[in-house]
C-alpha cells in the first residue's frame, strides 16, 4: 500500500515555473514507476510525464522541453519541475505510483497560470 500527498502548487504568471512534489508513504518506493497527470476544468485526465524504475522518462508533447520529471528514491519522492507555464497548463496535477498491474494515486494539487 502506497499513499502519496502532492505539494508546490499555487498561481504563477505565464512564463513562470513551479515544482511540484509528491511525497509516498510506504515501503519499496524505489520498486514503483511513478508519473504525473493532470485534468482541466470540463477536460478529460491527460498524461503529463512518466518516469520508470529505471530512470527512463516519457513527456507528453505539449510539455516536452518545459517540464521534467525526477525522483529522489531515499525521500520516496518524485518531482515535476514545470517552466515556461502557459496558461494551458492551469489544471489539477496528480501523481501516481505503479507496480505489478495496482496504482495509487494523490490527491491532486491545483495549478493556475495567470497574469
Known amino acids: 500500500q502506497v499513499q502519496l500527498v502532492e505539494s508546490g502548487g499555487g498561481l504563477v504568471q505565464p512564463g513562470g515555473s513551479l515544482r511540484l512534489s509528491c511525497a509516498a508513504s510506504g515501503s519499496f518506493f524505489s520498486a514503483y514507476a511513478v508519473g504525473w497527470h493532470r485534468q482541466a476544468p470540463g477536460k478529460q485526465r491527460e498524461s503529463v510525464a512518466f518516469?520508470?524504475?529505471?530512470?527512463?522518462?516519457h513527456y507528453a508533447e505539449f510539455v516536452r522541453g518545459r517540464f521534467t520529471i525526477s525522483r529522489d528514491n531515499a525521500k520516496s519522492t518524485v518531482y515535476l519541475q514545470m517552466n515556461s507555464l502557459k496558461p494551458d497548463d492551469t489544471a489539477v496535477y496528480y501523481c501516481?505510483?505503479?507496480?505489478?498491474?495496482?496504482?495509487?494515486w494523490g490527491q491532486g494539487t491545483q495549478v493556475t497560470v495567470s497574469s
Open positions: 518516469m520508470s524504475t529505471g530512470g527512463g522518462t
Open positions: 501516481y505510483a505503479i507496480r505489478m498491474n495496482r496504482d495509487y
